[in-house]
């Protein structure tokens, strides 16, 4: 949840050409068990995304520069439960066994000489529609090398089924003093802030893309609660989501009429960092982090909260996106939603 992802940002808030780069991808036009990037040239920062169109049973294995010794270990927490530990291993498991769609977004710091540190974020769809929520997993892993930067990344399914059609592995980097060249992957499509006070804050209509990061700055203008994302203006049943209030327990919510990401009652600002898996013919997928202020003052600590929604709509894309605040209060002036893309 940093804003940084974004690498040297001008303060108008659109993106310099010292961000994310993209560095290698593979999108499967037939069903498989191995999907790469290829080499690459190594960067400081690297940003994994996967997609994962389940063709009978999958898991993700994540290995790097085709190491497949006992050289990492990872934390992985699913759907909230109690954190369990792997050690000396072949792979870093980004999902466990499925037979439904899945999304995965990962940062990875990746500095030559130096343990490479992976956090991930994952989205599983699990049954169709919105009466069954999500998956969730949340990993913390390690690659031990500290000799090589990571120049390629390969997923590989070791399930009786395969990554099928339209799977998808893409990487992103950008060093830390890179020079301004080449394209930019995220590519911002909306950046609105409010002028006056209102309970909904809307991106407004936006070119729909395959992939899209969402940041939100909510500032609090009395009270916050049942704060929901809704897309494309669907106010209905076509939402479900789990979801956890510092470090609890996962909660699911099914036919919803949006994805909560603020339930209690406070006059509270908030982040929000949400990236979304959003292609027409596919449930959406999406991970949100969230960070509430709580009470003013460093004698007070603040919240958050992790959840995993999916959009159960599979004849249209995502072109807008809205923050619609069900408290007595209102987001106030200054609040910001923004969106940034790319296919």
Not at 51 to 57: E, F, H, K, M, S
Not at 87 to 110: K, P
């Amino acid at each position: 949840m940093v804003w940084e992802r974004l690498g040297s940002a001008s303060v108008s808030g659109s993106t310099a050409n010292t961000s994310w780069k993209e560095l290698g991808r593979q999108t499967l036009s037939s069903s498989g068990d191995v999907m790469t990037s290829g080499t690459f040239t190594a960067k400081d920062n690297l940003m994994i995304l996967y997609y994962g169109v389940a063709d009978g049973a999958m898991i993700n294995k994540l290995t790097f520069n085709d190491d497949t010794g006992n050289n990492y270990a990872y934390k992985i927490s699913d759907n909230g439960g109690s954190d369990s530990s792997t050690t000396s291993n072949a792979f870093l498991e980004f999902a466990t066994s499925t037979t439904s769609n899945e999304f995965s977004v990962a940062d990875v710091v990746n500095i030559a000489d130096q343990e490479k540190l992976v956090h991930l974020n994952h989205a599983g769809q699990n049954t169709a529609g919105a009466g069954t929520s999500p998956r969730s997993r949340e990993l913390a892993g390690k690659w031990a090398n500290t000799s090589n930067a990571i120049t390629k990344v390969t997923a590989t399914n070791s399930q009786s089924g395969s990554f099928g059609s339209g799977s998808e592995l893409v990487v992103l980097g950008y060093d830390n003093d890179e020079a301004d060249s080449g394209t930019n992957f995220w590519q911002e499509l909306a950046n609105v802030e409010l002028s006056s006070a209102g309970d909904t804050l809307t991106s407004g209509v936006f070119t729909a893309k395959k992939y899209l990061w969402v940041r939100i700055h909510g500032i609090a203008s009395g009270n916050f609660d049942n704060v929901k994302i809704r897309f494309n203006n669907y106010n209905d049943s076509s939402y479900a989501y789990t979801h956890s209030s510092n470090g609890s327990g996962f909660s699911n919510n099914q036919s919803d009429s949006g994805i909560n990401y603020v339930g209690t009652n406070g006059a509270e600002d908030h982040f929000v960092d949400m990236f979304i898996f959003n292609k027409s013919d596919k449930e959406k997928l999406a991970t949100i982090e969230q960070l509430r202020a709580s009470d003013a003052g460093a004698g007070n600590n603040p919240a958050r909260k992790e959840v995993i929604g999916k959009w159960a709509k599979t004849d249209q894309q995502i072109v807008r996106v809205s923050a619609v605040n069900g408290g007595s209060g209102d987001f106030a002036s200054g609040s910001r939603i923004q969106v940034f893309g790319s296919d």
